[in-house]
Nanobody, 122 residues
């Protein structure tokens, strides 16, 4: 059974850091691109970052460039999102996803985790 499980969310003050994890089971993460998304209350879901499996290329939304870093540990079947210099506007539920087809970052994703809440507030 294909499963993605996010963890690592929580409450952090502005300027703080969190590291989110996306643990995969039921498939080998090595072969597929993994994306991170977020959705804030009342807003549409937005893409945050993606990492390919083909050459490790990474992509970031302009709003997080220079602050967030995506990485993967194939031995642990896990993708991480290191989030630094967090801002209140980063508050959202964060999801990881894959399409189980593409090694390059796709446009559409078919498999999603349940999400982890990130709240940035003083």
């Amino acid at each position: 059974q294909v499963q993605l499980v996010e963890s690592g969310g929580g409450l952090v003050q502005p300027g703080g850091s969190l590291r989110l994890s996306c643990a995969a089971s039921g498939f080998t993460l090595d072969y597929y691109a993994i994306g991170w998304f977020r959705q804030a209350p009342g807003k549409e879901r937005e893409g945050v970052s993606c990492i390919s499996s083909s050459d490790g290329s990474t992509y970031y939304a302009d709003s997080v460039k220079g602050r967030f870093t995506i990485s993967r540990d194939n031995a642990k079947n896990t993708v991480y999102l290191q989030m630094n210099s967090l801002k209140p506007e980063d508050t959202a539920v964060y999801y990881c996803a894959t399409d189980l087809v593409s090694s390059w970052c796709p446009i559409e994703y078919d498999y999603w985790g349940q999400g982890t809440q990130v709240t940035v507030s003083s």
